[in-house]
């Protein structure tokens, strides 16, 4: 069985006993692991921005933002020193910003405290900002070969379904149980494949619903497989409830130029660039143009002389808990208006060079 190279420099050495579960769940990583770009590099900041972008993200989405982001920002030193506005931008699109401005805080402690080395125990990487308990492991154990072991949601669910673990996992005592079990686990001589073929295995195999259980590597070790019920874990006592919100969305026009106005420090997402945003009276149709007529003037927006409105394609996004149905309307003005604080008339040809937020891009790719 291949072990990774850094491992191999750094001669771990264990006094646990090899486990037959991580031999057998290694040997079938080592075969299907889906081929990612952050798995063929041992550098640590490729590493550590993988994880950090694969937070709440998807890795289908994740993958070109990966690509660019490294040929953009290819070192420490180059995140230090970005404007935030460099960074937002090639971010945009992927949501969750904080993610990125705490990955500049991580990558200027490094800089000035480190000089510019990654440091390698989860113990000094968890004193960075935006590397909590998971990404920490997960960087420490695949960069540098710590004997540490990672939790995320997907292990989480592998966890309970090999252990058929019949508590709230949402509560404290679940995750140190987790952490614990993980841990027992372990190949020590490999951790960061282990970590990422526990990783692989609920990603692709132990799914929320359907698990493949017929195909899954460890499924003689699985209390649940063997009472044919794996769908019963983990247990959540307290779900997501959902928070349905309508909004318009303001696209004003004056011949190539559309209005633009940049979110504030008191707004989730600062400095992100949108076409302007207000919450509306939850509809079963979009708002008629007396509402949208009203709503201009009420606001002192550029187009209050606004000449023609067109409602667009309605939209939908979700961020955290709030489903959102967006309709936006375009609104030709006939003449130059002033330009208020941050606010910007910009050419459709240089939108994409804003940072612009998720639902602003869905509503560009409509007009
Ligand atoms: Fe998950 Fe099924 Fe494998 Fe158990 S046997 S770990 S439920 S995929």
């Given at each position: 069985?291949?072990?990774?190279?850094?491992?191999?420099?750094?001669?771990?050495?264990?006094?646990?006993?090899?486990?037959?579960?991580?031999?057998?769940?290694?040997?079938?990583?080592?075969?299907?692991?889906?081929?990612?770009?952050?798995?063929?590099?041992?550098?640590?900041?490729?590493?550590?921005?993988?994880?950090?972008?694969?937070?709440?993200?998807?890795?289908?989405?994740?993958?070109?933002?990966?690509?660019?982001?490294?040929?953009?920002?290819?070192?420490?030193?180059?995140?230090?020193?970005?404007?935030?506005?460099?960074?937002?931008?090639?971010?945009?699109?992927?949501?969750?910003?904080?993610?990125?401005?705490?990955?500049?805080?991580?990558?200027?402690?490094?800089?000035?405290?480190?000089?510019?080395?990654?440091?390698?125990?989860?113990?000094?990487?968890?004193?960075?900002?935006?590397?909590?308990?998971?990404?920490?492991?997960?960087?420490?154990?695949?960069?540098?070969?710590?004997?540490?072991?990672?939790?995320?949601?997907?292990?989480?669910?592998?966890?309970?379904?090999?252990?058929?673990?019949?508590?709230?996992?949402?509560?404290?005592?679940?995750?140190?149980?987790?952490?614990?079990?993980?841990?027992?686990?372990?190949?020590?001589?490999?951790?960061?494949?282990?970590?990422?073929?526990?990783?692989?295995?609920?990603?692709?195999?132990?799914?929320?619903q359907k698990p493949k259980c017929l195909l899954c590597p460890v499924q003689k070790f699985c209390k649940a497989r063997n009472q044919a019920n794996p769908e019963n874990f983990p247990v959540k006592l307290k779900k997501t409830t959902y928070v349905n919100e309508q909004l318009v969305a303001f696209v004003f026009q004056q011949?190539?130029?559309?209005?633009?106005?940049?979110?504030?420090?008191?707004?989730?997402?600062?400095?992100?660039?949108?076409?302007?945003?207000?919450?509306?009276?939850?509809?079963?149709?979009?708002?008629?143009?007396?509402?949208?007529?009203?709503?201009?003037?009420?606001?002192?927006?550029?187009?209050?002389?606004?000449?023609?409105?067109?409602?667009?394609?309605?939209?939908?996004?979700?961020?955290?808990?709030?489903?959102?149905?967006?309709?936006?309307?375009?609104?030709?003005?006939?003449?130059?208006?002033?330009?208020?604080?941050?606010?910007?008339?910009?050419?459709?040809?240089?939108?994409?060079?804003?940072?612009?937020?998720?639902?602003?891009?869905?509503?560009?790719?409509?007009?």
């Open positions: 069985m291949a072990q990774n190279p850094v491992c191999k420099m750094m001669s771990v050495k264990s006094s646990a006993p090899f486990k037959l579960f991580s031999k057998i769940l290694l040997g079938w990583y080592n075969a299907n692991q889906r081929p990612l770009p952050w798995r063929k590099t041992q550098d640590p900041y490729a590493i550590w921005l993988s994880e950090i972008m694969l937070q709440q993200t998807q890795v289908a989405t994740v993958i070109p933002y990966y690509h660019r982001f490294l040929k953009l920002f290819p070192d420490i030193k180059s995140i230090a020193n970005a404007p935030e506005q460099d960074l937002l931008q090639a971010w945009a699109g992927l949501g969750y910003y904080n993610r990125i401005r705490q990955f500049q805080k991580a990558a200027q402690k490094i800089a000035f405290k480190w000089q510019g080395r990654i440091p390698s125990t989860k113990e000094e990487l968890q004193t960075l900002p935006g590397l909590g308990d998971y990404t920490a492991a997960a960087v420490a154990s695949i960069a540098f070969c710590e004997p540490v072991a990672v939790v995320d949601g997907n292990v989480m669910r592998v966890l309970s379904r090999l252990f058929c673990y019949s508590e709230d996992i949402s509560k404290a005592a679940a995750k140190k149980y987790f952490q614990e079990k993980a841990l027992s686990l372990l190949d020590p001589k490999n951790p960061g494949d282990f970590n990422q073929a526990m990783m692989e295995l609920g990603a692709t195999l132990c799914t929320p011949n190539d130029a559309f209005f633009l106005r940049k979110r504030t420090t008191k707004e989730i997402m600062p400095g992100m660039w949108e076409f302007p945003l207000l919450p509306c009276p939850i509809l079963k149709n979009s708002p008629s143009l007396k509402t949208i007529q009203n709503l201009i003037a009420k606001n002192h927006w550029p187009a209050s002389l606004n000449s023609l409105i067109k409602p667009l394609k309605p939209i939908r996004h979700t961020i955290m808990n709030r489903r959102l149905k967006i309709f936006p309307f375009l609104l030709k003005t006939k003449k130059e208006n002033k330009v208020q604080k941050n606010s910007i008339w910009i050419s459709k040809r240089k939108l994409s060079l804003l940072p612009l937020t998720t639902i602003t891009k869905k509503i560009q790719e409509n007009l």
